[in-house]
């Protein structure tokens, strides 16, 4: 019984040290969230008006651009996956993994070849264990990006859809990362970057009640193209730097939720614990009064048998 509850206690202890921990976590990514928020709040004004302009530029002007035309027929697409760095946070990367999978599925099944960059170690890690190509990769800044973060990130990306796809460029670019839409929901969502779908925006216009109204004119200088070359970098790098800040707060938000859960069910390891400690105690003390109670019936026995 002593040994029992010796290993009972041992394993309280570490369970104890195991929760101390994963509270610490918990709370450390409860306050990143609200950074991450604020920097995800703070990014969108100027992706808003960088977008207005794009869409300007796409409405008014006839010009063939890799930002607003399709190609007759893409043959090649580069998908950029956004992973996290660090584990501990639930099915976050591996969800976002199961999307780009899914995306790549269906653009082989669309006939096109398929390049894939990736930012954050689990996805590097899953592609590597699988021996599958990567263009190319970028980790160690999930958790916080910067705008620079973001830069390095798109230009790549911007240089391969500047290319023809019989030069090893492509024709098409795609982003797969998790939308935070709030602390208990992140959904792993896959946009296509490159080209701009009109489509789209005529239902952008008409969410925001602005389709149908008449556009101002306007006149582009030195010409639509060059407005088109200045606003490429800038619009894919705002996109990656939302979509990375998006990331990161999800990662934070992810991982609160799974620290708190296993904050939880070490709460409840430590109270069966507890209970079977306390039976082992117990039965260990019923043992040693049994033991103490048997001996002294015994020598009483054997006093009276003396005396006669």
């Keep these: 019984m002593g040994a029992q509850l010796r290993v009972y206690k041992r394993r309280i202890q570490a369970v104890t040290a195991t929760k101390k921990i994963t509270k610490a976590m918990e709370m450390i990514a409860a306050s990143r969230i609200v950074k991450a928020q604020r920097k995800v709040q703070a990014s969108m004004p100027y992706a808003t008006e960088l977008n207005r302009a794009v869409t300007a530029v796409a409405t008014g002007s006839s010009a063939k651009h890799p930002l607003t035309t399709e190609a007759e027929s893409p043959a090649r697409a580069a998908v950029l996956l956004i992973t996290s760095d660090r584990g501990l946070a639930g099915g976050y990367s591996s969800n976002a993994i199961k999307a ?41 800044f999930t958790d916080s990006p910067a705008y620079g973060d973001a830069k390095n990130v798109a230009a790549p990306l911007i240089e391969a859809i500047q290319k023809d796809s019989a030069e090893g460029g492509v024709d098409e670019l795609h982003i797969v990362f998790t939308e935070f839409v709030s602390m208990m929901t992140q959904n792993p969502v896959d946009n296509r970057m490159l080209p ?43 996109r990656i730097y939302n979509a990375l800040l998006q990331a990161a707060a999800s990662e934070h938000a992810a991982r609160r939720r799974a620290m708190k859960s296993a904050t939880d069910n070490a709460g409840d390891l430590i109270k069966s ?36």
């Design 100 to 140: 780009a999978e899914r995306l790549r599925e269906r653009l082989a099944g669309e006939g096109k070849e398929v390049d894939t960059y990736i930012v954050g170690r689990k996805g590097v890690a899953y592609y590597g264990f699988r021996e599958r190509k990567v263009a190319e990769s970028w980790t160690g």
């Design 196 to 238: 701009l779908s009109l489509d789209k925006l005529d239902e952008g216009a008409e969410e925001s009640g602005t389709k149908g109204e008449i556009l101002p004119l306007f006149d582009f200088e030195p010409s639509a193209e060059d407005v088109l070359d200045a606003l490429l970098p800038r619009y894919v790098e705002s």
């Design 273 to 308: 614990l507890s209970r079977l400690a306390n039976a082992a105690r117990q039965a260990e003390i019923t043992q040693e009064i049994s033991e103490i109670v048997g001996g002294a019936s015994a020598l009483a026995d054997a006093t009276a048998g003396s005396d006669k």
